[in-house]
């Protein structure tokens, strides 16, 4: 059998159900072989597209995501929908075409060629940086061996792409599959220490107020069920990344909110609060922790618990005790070592609290005008779903608003380009997850201008039938990026409106011509009949949501620029619209200096 036989084959028997690609000649036997074998297939009109459903794919179904790439241009395009996955940890295999060997400036005898074969591009030392394995397949013996371990490497430890670069005559050579030497994990001695969890308990057990602060990593790991299982023993309050936001339904009485720049007050109360910060899976990037590490949960003992040890080395947020363990591992082992409940009865009260009285519902948005305002479709969209949905959503206002104002229910499954935000990621990772879970809805937010990025698969999903229900918000333009522009340069546009150089097509004519049923809201009274309609009916469905062109994202950690022109932000609990000093001074006065942080405010 070819090369190409042998990767699909192996494919199939791994389980990979959906393979996601864009033809070329570059990669001629490697997707003759997907048809060959029956390997089911989605052809997409982008290869970033390929690339994000791919990613979809992975991280609706948690098995390996596979997206097929040709030569030159087509393995350049999935870069951005690679470094995704890199970045967001999700197991991915990218295979790509290369010219014949003999035609590849990798093999060439001269060095510093720009170009040897037709349509070349040396794609490995492009995306060495961003996978986990990057492999130029140059000995079709070889196949077994790199195909096993860049699978096995995508799907251990810290999740991640991978990539496999196979010249077409390595495609098209025969091999005996009995003869093919496969990949021997060289076994690490005893296998991971247990995690040292005696001073973890100890802490846990002196704390008053702890927090468990979950990450992505936590879902990577397959250990959400046993997250969920340690907080109720434990007891212990939930604050989630926006990312880890599906780890726990937002009505469980432990959960409390999201913290970060963006999060929501309870989540932040609670972190600025603790005193003791229990961090699992997460890297606590500025996304979560603020822009000031040294503002940061400022009263708390900080534990790490983390698989990757550059995140845990990476040293800007001050941590006191770190651990390297897998998620499942650690709660594994804090499971053996404490199955009582801590005592932090008044604690839990107080965050429930703080978690009715401050929901982000409750801001102040602006409800004035006949627009809806975005806060209003993420409150009614939680209301109208069942549970048991994946909801994808884009950059923008979507990557904000539904982090803030989503609430997760039952097993439902939320997908952003959470450290990328990437636009366009949206409707590319829907069709992925609708191509490994039909079983289910899958929910798409997008904005009117994130959608024009990766607008071609819309002739995918009418294609495919995929079961997406595609929301846009319709905003005109870049709300978000006229906010950045009306915030620091007072309100001079440039490539955020009409007026500066960005308008966008009228959708309903645009969903007419790709065949796609469309339905409009126009204003807050058709918002919940019209949710309700597109959720009952089968199949793809447009659904354009008219929105203020001005909308905020509120609650806010505001930065003011600074004279040098760098930036200093607030602390986390400072969020605007701010507080009244003594409403401040109630929620948090009990448990953090509040004067302490006066000089640092932005206003
Ligand atoms: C690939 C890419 N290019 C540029 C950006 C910067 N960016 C972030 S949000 C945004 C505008 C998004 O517009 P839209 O999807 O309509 O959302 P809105 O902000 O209007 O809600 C831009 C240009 C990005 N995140 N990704
Ligand atoms: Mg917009």
Same mark, same amino acid.
């Given at each position: #059998?070819?090369?190409?036989?042998?990767?699909?084959?192996?494919?199939?028997?791994?389980?990979?159900?959906?393979?996601?690609?864009?033809?070329?000649?570059?990669? #001629?036997?490697?997707? $003759?072989?997907?048809?060959?074998? %029956?390997?089911?297939?989605?052809?997409?009109?982008?290869?970033?597209?390929?690339? #994000?459903?791919?990613?979809?794919?992975?991280?609706?179904?948690?098995?390996?995501?596979?997206?097929?790439?040709?030569?030159?241009?087509?393995?350049?395009?999935?870069?951005?929908?690679?470094?995704? @996955?890199?970045?967001?940890?999700?197991?991915?295999?990218?295979?790509?075409?290369?010219?014949?060997?003999?035609?590849?400036?990798?093999?060439?005898?001269?060095?510093?060629?720009?170009?040897?074969?037709?349509?070349?591009?040396?794609?490995?030392?492009?995306?060495?940086? /961003?996978?986990?394995?990057?492999?130029?397949?140059?000995?079709?013996?070889?196949?077994?061996?790199?195909?096993?371990?860049?699978?096995?490497?995508?799907?251990?430890?810290?999740?991640?792409? /991978?990539?496999? =670069?196979?010249?077409?005559?390595?495609?098209?050579?025969?091999?005996?599959?009995?003869?093919?030497?496969?990949?021997?994990?060289?076994?690490?001695?005893?296998?991971?220490?247990?995690? $040292?969890?005696?001073?973890?308990?100890?802490?846990?057990?002196?704390?008053?107020?702890?927090?468990?602060?979950?990450?992505?990593?936590?879902?990577?790991?397959?250990?959400?069920?046993?997250?969920?299982? &340690?907080?109720?023993?434990?007891?212990?309050?939930?604050?989630?990344?926006?990312? &880890?936001?599906?780890?726990?339904?937002?009505?469980?009485?432990?959960?409390?909110?999201?913290?970060?720049?963006?999060?929501?007050?309870?989540?932040?109360?609670?972190?600025?609060?603790?005193?003791?910060?229990?961090?699992?899976?997460?890297?606590?990037?500025?996304?979560?922790?603020? !822009?000031?590490? %040294?503002?940061?949960?400022?009263?708390?003992?900080?534990?790490? /618990?983390?698989? $990757?040890?550059?995140?845990?080395?990476?040293?800007?947020?001050?941590?006191?005790?770190?651990?390297?363990?897998?998620?499942?591992?650690?709660?594994?082992?804090?499971?053996?070592?404490?199955?009582?409940?801590?005592?932090?009865?008044?604690?839990?009260?107080?965050?429930?609290?703080?978690? %009715?009285?401050?929901?982000?519902?409750?801001?102040?948005?602006?409800?004035?005008?006949?627009?809806?305002?975005? !806060?209003?479709? &993420?409150?009614?969209?939680? =209301?109208?779903?069942?549970?048991?949905?994946?909801?994808?959503?884009?950059?923008?206002?979507?990557?904000?608003?539904?982090?803030?104002?989503?609430?997760?229910?039952?097993?439902?499954? !939320?997908?952003?380009?959470?450290?990328?935000?990437?636009?366009? !990621?949206?409707?590319?990772?829907?069709?992925?997850?609708?191509?490994?879970?039909? %079983?289910?809805?899958?929910?798409?937010?997008?904005?009117?201008?994130?959608?024009?990025?990766?607008?071609?698969?819309?002739?995918?999903?009418?294609?495919?039938?995929?079961?997406?229900?595609?929301?846009?918000?319709?905003?005109?333009?870049?709300?978000?990026?006229?906010?950045?522009?009306?915030?620091?340069?007072?309100?001079?546009?440039?490539?955020?409106?009409?007026?500066?150089?960005?308008?966008?097509?009228?959708?309903?004519?645009?969903?007419?011509?790709?065949?796609?049923?469309?339905?409009?809201?126009?204003?807050?009274?058709?918002?919940?009949?019209?949710?309700?309609?597109?959720?009952?009916?089968?199949?793809?469905?447009?659904?354009?949501?008219?929105?203020?062109?001005?909308?905020?994202?509120?609650?806010?950690?505001?930065?003011?620029?600074?004279?040098?022109?760098?930036?200093?932000?607030?602390?986390?609990?400072? #969020?605007?619209?701010?507080?009244?000093?003594?409403?401040?001074?109630?929620?948090?006065?009990?448990?953090?200096?509040?004067?302490?942080?006066?000089?640092?405010? @932005?206003?």
């Amino acid at each position: #059998m070819r090369v190409s036989d042998w990767i699909a084959r192996y494919l199939k028997q791994i389980g990979v159900d959906r393979v996601f690609l864009l033809s070329g000649g570059g990669m #001629m036997h490697l997707i $003759d072989a997907v048809a060959k074998a %029956d390997l089911p297939y989605v052809c997409c009109h982008h290869e970033q597209a390929c690339a #994000m459903a791919a990613e979809g794919y992975a991280r609706a179904t948690d098995r390996l995501g596979v997206a097929y790439g040709t030569s030159g241009p087509g393995a350049t395009n999935l870069l951005t929908g690679i470094v995704g @996955a890199w970045q967001d940890s999700s197991p991915t295999l990218f295979i790509t075409g290369q010219s014949k060997r003999s035609q590849t400036i990798r093999l060439a005898a001269t060095k510093g060629l720009r170009q040897f074969g037709t349509f070349e591009v040396d794609i490995v030392p492009i995306v060495e940086s /961003v996978t986990k394995f990057a492999h130029f397949l140059d000995d079709p013996a070889d196949v077994r061996r790199v195909v096993e371990e860049a699978v096995h490497l995508a799907t251990t430890g810290r999740p991640g792409p /991978v990539l496999i =670069d196979v010249p077409l005559d390595v495609q098209g050579a025969l091999v005996d599959p009995e003869a093919l030497v496969g990949y021997r994990l060289v076994p690490d001695g005893e296998g991971a220490a247990a995690p $040292d969890i005696g001073q973890v308990v100890d802490r846990l057990e002196r704390a008053e107020r702890p927090v468990l602060l979950v990450g992505h990593g936590v879902r990577c790991g397959g250990a959400v069920p046993q997250l969920r299982a &340690a907080a109720e023993r434990l007891r212990i309050p939930v604050v989630t990344t926006q990312l &880890a936001k599906d780890a726990l339904p937002h009505d469980h009485p432990l959960f409390v909110g999201h913290c970060g720049p963006k999060g929501d007050r309870p989540g932040n109360f609670a972190v600025q609060a603790a005193d003791l910060i229990l961090s699992l899976g997460s890297s606590l990037h500025a996304q979560t922790v603020g !822009y000031e590490a %040294d503002l940061f949960a400022p009263g708390a003992y900080r534990i790490q /618990v983390d698989l $990757d040890r550059a995140v845990l080395d990476r040293g800007d947020v001050p941590v006191d005790l770190r651990v390297e363990a897998e998620a499942g591992q650690f709660l594994e082992a804090l499971a053996g070592a404490r199955g009582e409940p801590l005592a932090t009865g008044a604690w839990q009260e107080q965050c429930a609290r703080w978690k %009715d009285d401050y929901a982000v519902a409750r801001e102040p948005h602006d409800l004035t005008t006949t627009e809806l305002n975005f !806060y209003e479709f &993420a409150d009614a969209l939680s =209301d109208a779903l069942n549970g048991d949905e994946v909801i994808v959503t884009d950059a923008g206002s979507a990557f904000y608003v539904l982090g803030q104002a989503l609430r997760c229910k039952g097993d439902q499954r !939320y997908i952003v380009s959470g450290a990328l935000g990437s636009m366009g !990621y949206a409707l590319p990772a829907a069709l992925g997850a609708a191509a490994g879970r039909p %079983d289910i809805t899958v929910v798409c937010v997008t904005g009117d201008g994130s959608l024009q990025t990766n607008i071609q698969e819309l002739q995918t999903l009418r294609h495919y039938g995929f079961n997406v229900k595609l929301f846009v918000i319709s905003n005109d333009g870049y709300a978000s990026i006229r906010n950045t522009q009306k915030g620091f340069f007072s309100g001079q546009y440039i490539g955020a409106s009409r007026d500066s150089g960005v308008s966008l097509p009228d959708l309903e004519a645009v969903a007419a011509s790709y065949a796609l049923p469309y339905l409009p809201v126009r204003d807050r009274e058709t918002l919940t009949p019209t949710l309700r309609e597109a959720l009952e009916r089968s199949g793809p469905l447009i659904v354009e949501v008219h929105a203020q062109p001005e909308q905020v994202v509120i609650p806010t950690v505001a930065s003011r620029k600074l004279a040098n022109g760098g930036l200093r932000s607030n602390p986390l609990h400072v #969020m605007h619209p701010l507080l009244p000093d003594e409403v401040l001074k109630r929620e948090l006065g009990p448990y953090l200096d509040l004067e302490a942080f006066n000089e640092t405010q @932005a206003e």
